[in-house]
T-cell receptor, first 114, second 111 residues
Framework: GDSVTQMEGPVTLSEEAFLTINCTYTATGYPSLFWYVQYPGEGLQLLLKATKADDKGSNKGFEATYRKETTSFHLEKGSVQVSDSAVYFCALSDRGTGFQKLVFGTGTRLLVSP | NAGVTQTPKFRVLKTGQSMTLLCAQDMNHEYMYWYRQDPGMGLRLIHYSVGEGTTAKGEVPDGYNVSRLKKQNFLLGLESAAPSQTSVYFC??????????FGPGTRLLVL
């Protein structure tokens, strides 16, 4: 079945450092890909998404490109802030079952220090 | 516009007790979902609904029941709680097969 693999955390960075969180997927069809972010004590929020190959999703300085050839959707940010500390989830959607079934990775915790 | 809200925020149960978690959304979304989140794992789908009066099983439905009597509400029931149901429960909703919007979560501890 479909699956998502994320790099294990925590990822610890200093403020203004460059961020990459790796995400690869396995899917039988052509899924849409998402990054969700969960701040401490809160629910998940959609950070960005891409619906087809070579699409780039971007939001709040974060970006990720849908790479079909490498089945990847790595999250990047050029300069992280302390406020970016959160857990980041990569996910894919499978619409073959008639609804948007989301398959999540295990999440990567990001800790940014001043 | 409150989005997706969940009640309660936190609950402690004893093994064998029952409870109902309430999810409400004010975005007129057709689809609603219940997930559980456990340490070291991503979110897993428990049950979902594609419209008022309809429900279906997700990936981990055992021990849970759901009801969608009103379009804006989606209830998750535990008839006889077990320690294995200790988790954080998230509700989500979407306009058909579009982006899912999540609630803030309910933390449940079963002793």
């Amino acid at each position: 079945g479909d699956s998502v693999t994320q790099m294990e955390g925590p990822v610890t960075l200093s403020e203004e450092a460059f961020l990459t969180i790796n995400c690869t997927y396995t899917a039988t069809g052509y899924p849409s890909l998402f990054w969700y972010v969960q701040y401490p004590g809160e629910g998940l929020q959609l950070l960005l998404k891409a619906t087809k190959a070579d699409d780039k999703g971007s939001n709040k300085g974060f970006e990720a490109t849908y790479r079909k050839e490498t089945t990847s959707f790595h999250l990047e940010k050029g300069s992280v802030q302390v406020s970016d500390s959160a857990v980041y989830f990569c996910a894919l959607s499978d619409r073959g079952t008639g609804f948007q079934k989301l398959v999540f990775g295990t999440g990567t915790r990001l800790l940014v220090s001043p | 516009n409150a989005g997706v809200t969940q009640t309660p925020k936190f609950r402690v149960l004893k093994t064998g007790q029952s409870m109902t978690l309430l999810c409400a959304q004010d975005m007129n979304h057709e689809y609603m979902y219940w997930y559980r989140q456990d340490p070291g794992m991503g979110l897993r789908l428990i049950h979902y609904s594609v419209g008022e009066g309809t429900t279906a099983k997700g990936e981990v439905p055992d021990g849970y029941n759901v009801s969608r009597l009103k379009k804006q509400n989606f209830l998750l029931g535990l008839e006889s709680a077990a320690p294995s149901q200790t988790s954080v429960y998230f509700c989500a909703s979407s306009y058909y097969q579009e982006t899912q919007y999540f609630g803030p979560g309910t933390r449940l501890l079963v002793l």
